[in-house]
């Protein structure tokens, strides 16, 4: 079965820095592209982040970028998302999520969810 | 970037009635477009992709359509457990989502 846990939100304040963690099993973790997503309260999904399965290509929202990094590590079936320089805004639930191949692309496992709220 | 607009807002309709959600994207997606359904306190969950194909272990009662910049999911007889959120997605370039339809109970 598949599962993706989400891990490390929390209450930060504005300018600090979180790291978030999904943990994969079920699935070859290294054989697929992964994605961060967000939900602010009572809002709509908003894409974060995306890395291809061999960490080769990166790719932000404009929204975050240069603020916050992914990452993975495939040995230890993990994603990462280093959160620096947070904002009001960027309270959220973030989720990471699971690109299928056999699903034409789309998301088709996702975590959780993990909040992150962003308050002095 | 793709803006996606989803309409109505709000959809009101009855168990057991059809109901008809849109999407629409401000730029062609070609059948790059997937539905999700999220219920509150849950993930979401991938219902159609491929803009008409559904995903693993989705009920028959639910269909997506169209291509290019017009979209519509279908669901055929509203069931208790369909009351949720849906959102479309265009991943043809990047991601994006569109603002969500409320399909809630008339």
């Known amino acids: 079965e598949v599962q993706l846990v989400e891990s490390g939100g929390g209450l930060v304040k504005p300018g600090g820095s979180l790291r978030l963690s999904c943990a994969a099993s079920g699935f070859t973790f290294s054989s697929y592209s992964m994605n961060w997503v967000r939900q602010a309260p009572g809002k709509g999904l908003e894409w974060v982040s995306s890395?291809?399965?061999?960490?080769?290509?990166?790719y932000y929202a404009d929204s975050v970028k240069g603020r916050f990094t992914i990452s993975r590590d495939n040995a230890k079936n993990s994603l990462y998302l280093q959160m620096n320089s947070l904002r009001a805004e960027d309270t959220a639930v973030y989720y990471c999520?699971?690109?299928?191949?056999?699903?034409?692309?789309?998301?088709?496992?996702w975590g959780q969810g993990t909040l992150v709220t962003v308050s002095s | 970037e793709i803006v996606m607009t989803q309409s109505p807002a709000t959809l009101s309709v009855s168990p057991g009635e059809r109901a008809t959600l849109s999407c629409r994207a401000s730029q062609s997606v070609s059948s790059n477009l997937a539905w999700y359904q999220q219920k509150p306190g849950q993930a979401p969950r991938l219902l159609i992709y491929?803009?008409?194909t559904r995903a693993t272990g989705i009920p028959a009662r639910f269909s997506g359509s169209g291509s290019g910049t017009e979209f519509t999911l279908t669901i055929s007889s509203l069931q208790s457990e369909d009351f949720a959120v849906y959102y479309c997605q265009q991943y043809n370039n990047w991601y994006t989502f569109g603002q969500g339809t409320k399909l809630e109970i008339k």
């Open positions: 999520a699971r690109v299928g191949v056999d699903s034409n692309y789309a998301f088709d496992y």
């Open positions: 890395i291809s399965s061999s960490s080769s290509y990166i």
């Open positions: 491929g803009a008409s």
